[in-house]
């Protein structure tokens, strides 16, 4: 008998990712998926890329939940900062949604509202001294899929003193499936095909959770909608506040994590690339016409931006490897 785990939200998209990862997953038995609307319904009708699984969804309620060791939630915010409370202590959560990421009520307010639920132990790995807490906590708060790539991108240059934490540019595009499954209609096929678009301009409810994980100070974030499914690449540009090489001081910070990959000299961050990976791809220069740092980040937002992490956050806090039932490496194309 393995660990057994159980995936709340399991009808939407993150969701699906999650009961891909779990189900190929060497010390994991699925044991529940629950859903909302779609309880009641097979899992292999709503993800017929699950073809095999021979699973119904269940009632999202905290019954069914307590049965696991782990539990996933990956319902909307809000929705699991309320299943969470009646989790027992002893059942170990990995909330992908916001509810546990921030330290601020009053960050909570502006851009989520509603009641506050407190803070979880973040769960990004690749932070310093971030996979020691993890694998001390039974309650995890898993990264925004944009915070992710961009974590990743800014945080050494600032922890180094290479970047100025007081003036930060991001633009990043994301894939339609970071906006979830629900039918909205700015994301119809007609509206996203043959359109970039950018939406919550100076706005997105990622810049506290970037600038509390980094250590930015002044961070402004233009999110781009691009027409595709899977996957964010983010420009991350900074000040740099002393001469170093900003490749030298990310290949430093990566050089232990099996997911972070600094690319060789030349290579460019794409989508594409990262699509079905837990890796995170980057690459950094200096701008030579304004001096600013650029760092290219690209990552899968249902990998390492969402399921994927959560599964490296659950490994660490089972004391597996954290790699266990995770690929490095990518469907391209
Ligand atoms: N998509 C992404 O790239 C990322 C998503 N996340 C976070 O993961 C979580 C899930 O996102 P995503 O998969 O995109 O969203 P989806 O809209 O695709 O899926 C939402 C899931 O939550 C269920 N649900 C809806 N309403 C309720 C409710 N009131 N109570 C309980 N369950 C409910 C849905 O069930 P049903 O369909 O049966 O109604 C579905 O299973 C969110 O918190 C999101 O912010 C985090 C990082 C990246
Ligand atoms: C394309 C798109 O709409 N993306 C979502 C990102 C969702 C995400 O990362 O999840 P959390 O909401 O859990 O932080 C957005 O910008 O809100």
Known sequence: MGIRVAVAGASGYAGGELLRLVAGHPEFDLVAATAHRQAGHRVDVVHPQLTGLDLVFGETDPTTLTDADLVFLAVPHGESAVLAAQIP????IVDLGADHRLADPYHWAQYYGGPYA???????????????????????????CYAAAIILALAPLIAAGAASPADVVVVAASG????????????????????????????????PEIKQASGATGLSLTPVLAPMPRGILATVTAVPTRGVDPQHVLAQAYADAPF??????????????????????LQATVDVDSGRLIVLSALDNLGKGAAGQAVQNANLMLGLPETTGLSIWGVNP
């Open 118 to 144: 407190g803070q979880w132990t973040y769960g990004l790995p690749e932070l310093p001294g971030q996979r020691e807490l993890i694998a001390a906590s039974t309650r995890v708060a898993n990264t925004g």
């Open 89 to 92: 202590p002893h059942v170990r």
């Open 176 to 207: 339609t499936s970071g906006a979830g499954r629900a039918a909205k209609p700015h994301l119809l096929a007609s509206e996203v095909m043959g359109d970039l678009s950018p939406y919550r301009v100076g706005t997105h409810q990622h810049v």
């Open 260 to 281: 972070v990959h600094v690319l060789p000299e030349g290579r460019w961050p794409h989508t594409a690339a990262t699509l079905g990976s837990n890796s995170c791809h």
